[in-house]
């Protein structure tokens, strides 16, 4: 099983430039989510889609957009890169909510913007 | 916007060690996850404690949730090096969409051999 699969694993992006962050599930999940993690600041959460075809902001949307191309794919968008989001992204999805839910990630894309 | 605190931020022991860490909150949850997060990995469930008071043992490590369900904590017992990393807590509220999984900004931990 692939679990959670992010593209690429690493980035190096010229200041102003674009790119999108892939990720996929073979999970069948509905939720999936993307975080950047940076040194001391845990995981911020960038959007999240509760289910196929609808997406909503977390905590620091700003600069990123998302879509929700199907039940697996999430991917994440970089319109115009600044080095302040060089960071690492992750992915996630996570199974129905409830006692027994639970998330899981891919190993990250580490993004530098220069 | 719930307020999420893990105290230690950092926290470098020898193996052998005992430790705790804390995650605590003003708010009332559902349920409360920890996570694990070792280096260039991504985060892997540890445990979910849902009951207030509960108390759940995963080998040397004992979870336990506050009676009010607003706090948790993680006690490791003779820590080793292979409980380097990073401990984050994700509070779980059921009611509403599944959305804002929301994590806290984690205790650093380092066991040196």
């Known amino acids: 099983n692939a679990g959670v699969t992010q593209t690429p694993k690493f980035q190096v992006l010229k200041t102003g430039q674009s790119m999108t962050l892939q990720c996929a599930q073979d999970m069948n999940h509905n939720s999936m989510y993307w975080y950047r993690q940076d040194p001391g600041m845990g995981l911020r959460l960038i959007y999240y889609?509760?289910?196929?075809?609808?997406?909503d902001k977390g905590e620091v949307p700003n600069g990123y957009n998302v879509s929700r191309l199907n039940k697996r794919e999430f991917s994440l968008r970089l319109e115009s890169a600044a080095p302040s989001q060089t960071s690492v992204y992750f992915c996630a999805s996570r199974t129905p909510a409830g006692e027994n839910t639970e998330a899981f990630f891919g190993q990250g894309t580490r993004l530098t913007v220069v | 916007t719930q307020l999420l605190e893990q105290s230690p931020q950092f926290l470098s022991i020898q193996e052998g060690e005992n430790l705790t860490v804390y995650c605590n909150s003003s708010s009332v949850f559902s349920s409360l996850q920890w996570y694990r997060q070792e280096p260039g990995e991504g985060p892997v469930l540890l445990v979910t404690v849902v009951t207030g008071g509960e108390v759940k043992k995963l080998k040397r490590l004992t979870f336990q949730f506050g009676d009010a369900r607003k706090d948790s904590s993680l006690h490791i017992t003779a820590a080793q090096p292979g409980d380097t990393g990073l401990y984050l807590c994700a509070p779980m509220n059921y009611g509403g969409s599944q959305g804002n999984l929301i994590f806290g900004k984690g205790t650093k931990l380092s066991v040196k051999p």
């Open positions: 889609s509760a289910s196929e075809g609808t997406t």
